[in-house]
């Protein structure tokens, strides 16, 4: 698909979203947070919600654990933001950041599902537990299935934990998430 449609596409959908009432958090969000980078690009990231962050700003990942996946892409891959797609599981921010709810989930999919299909990545990654179960469909933790890729379709799915857990202070998780970046790295022939 050429780049124009595929971005035309995004811009579609990105309208819809904006005006979504599809769930409960319509209600107590400051905007829709549906998702931003390059529609061409081989790798795509998806996290979970949005923060207060991205609730103000209206983009993935700008706060602090989007300051370390930005240093994961640069050591690890060898790219920066711009060069990847970025969305959330769900598009609008859980009140007091609590965890997303099953029905919340439900009703945000078909968005997330339609970006996947129009970016085509090569390779998903899919940081902490609420991006992995529902992509893998899969009721095992981050821990159990992380170190594995996994086909899904035409793309390959790297789970990987979320940088909200490395930020939490555990040494461990951010060296095992910079050997799932690598082998992303590898999968989209980036290699060092
Ligand atoms: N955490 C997420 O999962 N997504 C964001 O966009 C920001 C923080």
């Given at each position: 698909m050429a780049t124009g449609s595929r971005l035309d596409e995004l811009t579609v959908l990105a309208d819809q979203a904006a005006a979504c009432t599809r769930c409960p958090?319509?209600?107590t969000r400051t905007q829709v947070v549906f998702g931003a980078g390059d529609p061409d690009a081989a790798l795509m990231i998806v996290g979970e919600a949005p923060g207060r962050d991205e609730d103000r700003d209206g983009l993935p990942f700008v706060g602090r654990?989007?300051?370390l996946l930005d240093t994961l892409l640069a050591d690890e891959v060898g790219i920066d933001r711009t060069q990847v797609y970025i969305a959330n599981v769900?598009?609008?921010r859980p009140p007091d950041n609590r965890n997303p709810?099953?029905?919340e989930i439900a009703a945000c999919?078909?968005?997330l599902d339609d970006q996947m299909a129009l970016v085509a990545p090569t390779v998903v990654v899919t940081l902490g537990n609420f991006?992995?179960?529902l992509l893998l469909?899969?009721?095992l933790g981050i821990t159990a299935v992380r170190g594995t890729t996994y086909p899904l379709g035409d793309t390959l799915v790297v789970p990987?934990?979320?940088p909200a857990a490395a930020l939490r202070g555990s040494a461990d998780v951010l060296a095992h998430m910079r050997d799932d970046f690598a082998r992303v790295a590898q999968l989209i022939g980036r290699a060092a």
């Open positions: 958090l319509a209600a654990s989007g300051r769900i598009k609008c709810k099953a029905e999919r078909p968005y991006a992995t179960k469909a899969t009721d990987t934990f979320h």
